[in-house]
C-alpha cells in the first residue's frame, strides 16, 4: 500500500493541527485518526519524532504540564504554515484520497470474509438437513425439537445483538463512530441477513 503521507506532508500538517491551539501528543494521534475515519492511526514512533524535529527547527515550543508535555505553534511556525497553505491543501486532497483507499481496501477484505461466512453458512445448513433427514424423527418429536432450535436461534440473535450494542458503546464512550465503523456495521449486517435468508428458504 502506498504511503499514507507524502514525504513532509506530516510534518507539515501537524504544525496545521497545532494552529488551533496548543495540543499533547496524544490529542495530535487522535486527531489524525479522526480525520482518518479510523481507518489510520499513527504510532508514537512516527509523531514524536517529527516533533521533536519542529521544535529544533523552532516550529514548535513546548511546556510541561504535570506528565504531559504540550505543544504549540511558534511565530516562526505560523509564517511557514501560512507560506505552505497551497501545499496544505494538497495534503487534505491526499488525505481524502487515502481515506477513501483504505476505505475501499477495509470494505474488499469485509466482502472476501463474508464470502467465507456464506460459503461456511451454506455448509453448515447442509449438514444440518442431512442430519434431519437421516434421523426422520416423528412429527411430535420434529415439533418440539424445532421450537427448542428456534429458541436457540433468537437466543444467539440477542446475544449477538446486546455485545456488539455494548461494543460500540464502549468505542463511542472513547470517540465517535466513524463512517467506515457504520459501513462495516451496515455491509456485515446486510450479509448476514441474506444468508440466514436463503438458509430459511432451502
Known sequence: MPPVFAHGALRLYLLALLESGP???YELIKALSDRFGGTYSPSAGTIYPRLAKLEEEGLVATHTEGRRTNYSITPAGLVELEARRGELAD??????????????????????????????????????????????????????????????AEMLVQSFRDDIRIELRRHAGARPVSPVTLETVRTVLDQARISIRNSLED
Open 23 to 25: 495540543k499533547h501528543g
Open 91 to 152: 495534503v487534505e486532497n491526499d488525505i481524502s484520497a487515502s481515506v477513501r483507499r483504505l476505505a475501499d481496501k477495509l470494505r474488499q477484505d469485509i466482502r472476501a470474509n463474508m464470502q467465507g461466512l456464506r460459503a461456511d453458512l451454506a455448509a453448515t445448513a447442509e449438514a444440518a438437513r442431512a442430519t434431519a433427514r437421516s434421523a426422520a424423527p416423528a412429527a411430535v418429536r420434529y415439533s418440539k425439537e424445532g421450537d427448542r432450535r428456534l429458541r436457540e
